[in-house]
């Protein structure tokens, strides 16, 4: 008899003792394996992402902002951030008072930046999120359906994929054709020109998870569409998707400032594009006003390029074909 | 034969996008809002009978797809409408304003392009060596940066700080020989040019690193190195011609990208080109001049893809050749 | 005779995150002139790695030690201008061409020209003119020089990878899994080319494939990996016919001659994986998988190439020539 292969023996779900007269497995059981079997692939990639110095260094940085956001409300002195409460010198460089200085309203610019932390992050991860959503829709839908539907999905995909993003975005913040409240109405011009990229990588991995035995297999057993989609399609399709994902966020928050900077930005409230446009508009440049203009790009910088560096982490371990022979 | 057909196919598709786009733009500017000669004359004071002329003149009256044809035609005709700041045509406004977005758009693109791609193959070809990880940090740095940011610091540090460049307009006022005005035009272009080089050169390098690193792995690369073929010619003549060819198209792929760039940065620099145009119509909600610079970039860039499918075709024996 | 090829003591080891592998663990093999020595083993077995450290391809910081011997020269001690000079010229290789090995943006006569005017053979005119012979020495008219690859099929590449590697009359020609990826008829063919061709020019040959059964119709003598060692080497015909080690009878087994009246009704393989090289079991690396594994020895003792008959040996207890050990049963 031909032994086992070792790794095989070792899986704890295969040699798990079976004890006599245990019924059929109940569905939950096949789920729990599942679980069990995703958790030891994540803490697999946790492993080697740890390894990763640069994705530990996003990683950290991503952290700090994110923190930073959640406790702005306790740590910035609220009135110091609106025009018509602030009380500091106007215009005056960094002093030990307003490190980072204040503006033409006398704000503290710090904690501007600290605040806008707030709707610079949530514009950056609900977009995200919504573009992940749509993308990973039509590209499963493209992906899975085939035939007439795939081309016209991936013709709406490729189109959305070349236009000239701040135009079309500029079209739809300024028309607001479903007149959305105009935080949501940015959030959503930001996912409706970002999902494109995500439509066609998931599209491009369904196409082959489709072909796998074990999906004609249950097909074969009588699965219906919805089954087949979210137990076996959408398991394989996301690991492919979490780099882009992840990047994606950096992206959102580059539009954010982009569209904040033409002056489309969140109204009544502090972002970092905000404060870079407020900036600019009172003539930062030629008075020099550094200390205004300089700390919400920075902070940009470091938000985007924590992302890229987990991004790029992620990918190395999810993308073999990136590693080197 | 094959060439031709893959060159009807994709005019087809392209004007199939175009199409798309007119549609796009008839609904949001013409069905969507509730009020289209409202959002249209935005601002200014009509008396009833006016509406009535100008839904007329529009077209407003008529059934939809009568309408949808009327645009198509008029469109077609370049007659954009007239905007509302300035009252004049809209393809007229556009027109003056191309030659500065042109030469700021190509110049930046040539410069991010060769520098990204050079970049992208000394780091990519020595993976992990010095110069690959510092310069994939920097085109990481760059990448995320704000466009309009990065030219705010520049302005302060070459133009206020140091006084080298104009940090406004296209030109300084006043009469000059043909070399001066040339000699003035290149100085008021540096900075934009160098903000959008350094703006989008980042993204060039890490798309042509990682598909050289991906190409560095094939077969073929093996054999060309097992034939005793020094090392640089094995780059240079089996590796970079190969990963050359997913950048290419990308590159192409990002030149809407590159536009919304170069909006941003002529914003900054008081560049007197289409984002200028278009920062003015946003502020003042001129929509005849959103519409129009939203159709006619969505033109070039669809023209520009056309462009990149053809020029891909010559390139890749395996399109050219079946 | 000559040696053509002596690798002496030779052991490569990949350099990987988890540490080092070692994936070819001291191998002796000599390769005489106008002789064809075939290697076989499963995959990951180590037969692949001997063919591209034989022309130092393998990945950077792999180690290599040992001695690699090409027409008396040591290719580990030469100084990267002459190891370019010998690459292909001294020795050329046959790879697997059916899917990637040619660049799929050139034409496949300028990839061929390429070699012959980089190692200074020809001029650019000259070589064209020789690439056109070739072609037309591996059955593919000489009008396939303006081809792109992609114009061509799976066996007509392979014609392709062979031309190429008789483009600069090199002293060995190493085949690595030539045959593989083709379908049956055109493997068929282009083993008979290969055989052809060396009979006519006297080609040195080392020919690496898992499949015995083509390697005994093509190779004067056999050696026989597992585990990155050689365990068994002889005259091909003995080897294959009457092997003495236990893991050569199932790897011919594993591939039946048909016809042959030894393997009717017997359709027979090997169970198990090979063992992991970071983690190679004691003793004899093959024991676990073992058919005739003798308790108490073979996970003890890891045996030497003893030899096992006229001209050949095995690094099995159960060879001939096998010294007395203590806990075998007599």
Redesign the interface.
């Known amino acids: 008899?031909?032994?086992m292969?070792?790794r095989l023996m070792s899986d704890p779900e295969l040699s798990a003792p079976v004890t006599d007269g245990q019924a059929l497995p109940v569905p939950d059981s096949a789920r729990k394996i599942a679980w069990a079997r995703r958790r030891r692939s994540m803490s697999g990639y946790w492993k080697t992402f740890r390894?990763s110095r640069?994705g530990m260094v996003g990683l950290v940085i991503l952290g700090f902002f994110v923190l930073l956001a959640l406790t702005a409300p306790y740590i910035v002195n609220l009135p110091e951030i609106y025009p018509a409460t602030a009380t500091g010198p106007i215009l005056h460089p960094p002093s030990l008072q307003y490190p980072l200085g204040t503006d033409t309203f006398g704000r503290s610019v710090l904690g501007m930046v600290v605040f806008g932390s707030r709707i610079s992050l949530l514009i950056g991860f609900t977009a995200t999120v919504g573009a992940m959503l749509i993308g990973s829709s039509m590209g499963i839908a493209a992906g899975y359906y085939g035939g007439r539907i795939d081309t016209i999905l991936s013709?709406?995909t490729?189109?959305f994929?070349?236009?000239?993003?701040?135009?079309?975005a500029?079209?739809?913040a300024?028309?607001n054709?479903f007149h959305l409240p105009q935080l949501g109405n940015l959030i959503l011009v930001i996912a409706i020109t970002s999902w494109a990229g995500t439509a066609r990588l998931v599209r491009a991995q369904t196409l082959s998870v489709k072909e796998r035995t074990y999906v004609e297999r249950s097909r074969a057993l009588g699965s219906g569409n919805w089954h087949l989609v979210t137990r076996h399609i959408l398991p394989n399709v996301m690991p492919v998707i979490y780099a882009n994902t992840v990047l994606m966020v950096?992206i959102a928050i580059?539009s954010e400032?982009?569209l904040s900077?033409?002056?489309?930005g969140p109204q009544n409230t502090v972002s970092w594009?905000v404060i870079?446009e407020e900036s600019?508009s009172a003539g930062?440049?030629?008075a020099?006003y550094?200390w205004w203009?300089?700390p919400?790009?920075i902070a940009?910088?470091l938000v985007?390029?924590s992302v890229?560096?987990c991004g790029?982490a992620l990918d190395e371990i999810l993308n073999p074909?990136?590693r080197?022979? | 034969m094959g060439a031709r057909r893959y060159f009807f196919k994709k005019t087809a598709y392209a004007l199939l996008t175009l199409l798309f786009v007119l549609t796009f733009n008839f609904v949001m500017f013409r069905v969507l809002p509730s009020d289209p000669v409202a959002q249209l004359t935005r601002s200014q004071k009509l008396s009833r009978d006016d509406v009535a002329e100008l839904r007329h003149n529009l077209g407003l009256d008529q059934p939809l797809p009568t309408q949808y044809v009327t645009y198509l035609k008029q469109t077609a005709a370049l007659n954009l409408g007239r905007s509302i700041l300035s009252g004049r045509d809209v393809w007229g406004e556009i027109k003056a304003r191309l030659p500065a977005t042109i030469a700021l758009l190509s110049l930046g693109t040539l410069f991010a392009t060769l520098l990204g791609i050079w970049v992208g193959i000394k780091g990519g070809w020595k993976r992990g060596s010095t110069f690959d990880t510092s310069s994939l940090f920097t085109s990481q740095v760059f990448w995320s940066m704000s466009e309009a940011w990065l030219g705010m610091v520049l302005i302060v540090v070459f133009g206020s700080i140091l006084g080298w460049f104009p940090t406004g307009q296209w030109q300084t006022p006043g009469d000059a020989t043909a070399i001066q005005r040339l000699a003035d035009w290149a100085n008021h272009l540096f900075l934009p040019v160098l903000t959008l080089t350094l703006g989008y050169f980042g993204e060039y390098a890490i798309i042509m690193r990682s598909s050289l690193i991906e190409v560095k792995n094939d077969d073929f690369v093996l054999t060309a190195r097992a034939k005793g073929i020094p090392d640089r010619e094995v780059r240079k003549r089996h590796a970079v011609p190969n990963a050359f060819l997913p950048t290419f198209t990308l590159i192409f792929l990002s030149f809407g990208f590159v536009l919304g760039g170069a909006i941003l940065i002529e914003v900054v620099f008081s560049w007197p080109g289409i984002g200028q145009l278009e920062y003015d119509a946003i502020n003042n909600l001129d929509y005849p001049l959103i519409q129009g610079i939203f159709l006619l970039s969505s033109a070039a860039v669809i023209f520009f893809n056309l462009v990149a499918d053809v020029l891909y075709s010559y390139m890749d024996p395996r399109i050219r050749e079946s | 005779m000559s040696n053509v090829l002596e690798l002496r003591d030779l052991r490569v080891t990949y350099h990987t995150q988890g540490g080092g592998v070692p994936a070819v663990r001291g191998v002796d093999l000599t390769v005489g002139t106008g002789e064809v020595v075939g290697l076989a083993g499963e995959s990951g077995c180590g037969k692949s790695t001997i063919a591209a450290a034989i022309l130092r391809l393998l990945p950077a910081g792999t180690k290599t030690e040992g001695e690699i011997l090409l027409n008396g020269e040591d290719v580990l001690k030469m100084s990267a201008a002459k190891l370019r000079a010998v690459r292909w010229a001294g020795a050329s290789i046959i790879f697997q061409g059916a899917m990637h090995s040619l660049n799929p943006v050139r034409r496949v006569g300028e990839q061929i020209a390429e070699a012959i005017i980089v190692h200074g053979q020809a001029n650019e005119r000259e070589a064209k003119v020789r690439v056109g012979a070739l072609l037309e020495q591996v059955g593919l008219p000489s009008r396939r020089i303006d081809d792109y690859p992609h114009e061509l099929s799976g066996g007509q590449k392979q014609r392709v990878m062979i031309a190429m590697a008789l483009a600069c009359n090199p002293s060995l020609v190493i085949a690595d899994e030539p045959t593989t990826a083709l379908d049956v008829m055109v493997q068929a063919q282009v083993l008979k080319l290969l055989k052809e061709l060396q009979r006519d020019l006297g080609l040195s040959m080392v020919f690496i494939t898992h499949d015995l059964s083509v390697l005994v119709e093509v190779s004067d003598r056999l050696a026989i990996m597992y585990a990155g060692k050689i365990i068994e080497d002889g005259p091909a015909e003995l080897v294959f016919h009457s092997a003495t080690h236990p893991y050569t009878k199932a790897l011919a087994a594993a591939f039946p001659e048909i016809g042959d009246m030894r393997f009717r009704g017997k359709p027979s393989g090997l169970g198990g994986d090979p063992p992991d090289p970071q983690n190679v079991p004691p003793g004899c690396p093959f024991h676990p998988r073992c058919a005739e594994v003798v308790e108490g020895v073979c996970d003890r003792i890891e045996p030497a190439l003893w030899v096992s008959g006229a001209n050949s040996h095995a690094a099995c207890v159960h060879a001939s020539g096998a010294p007395a050990l203590e806990g075998m049963p007599r």
């Open positions: 008899m031909s032994k292969p070792e390894k640069q013709a709406i490729n189109w994929l070349v236009l000239p993003w701040i135009v079309l500029i079209v739809i300024t028309v054709p950096a580059l400032a982009a900077f033409l002056g489309l594009g870079l600019y930062s440049l030629t020099g550094w203009f300089l919400p790009g940009i910088v985007a390029l890229t560096l790029y074909r990136l080197e022979r």
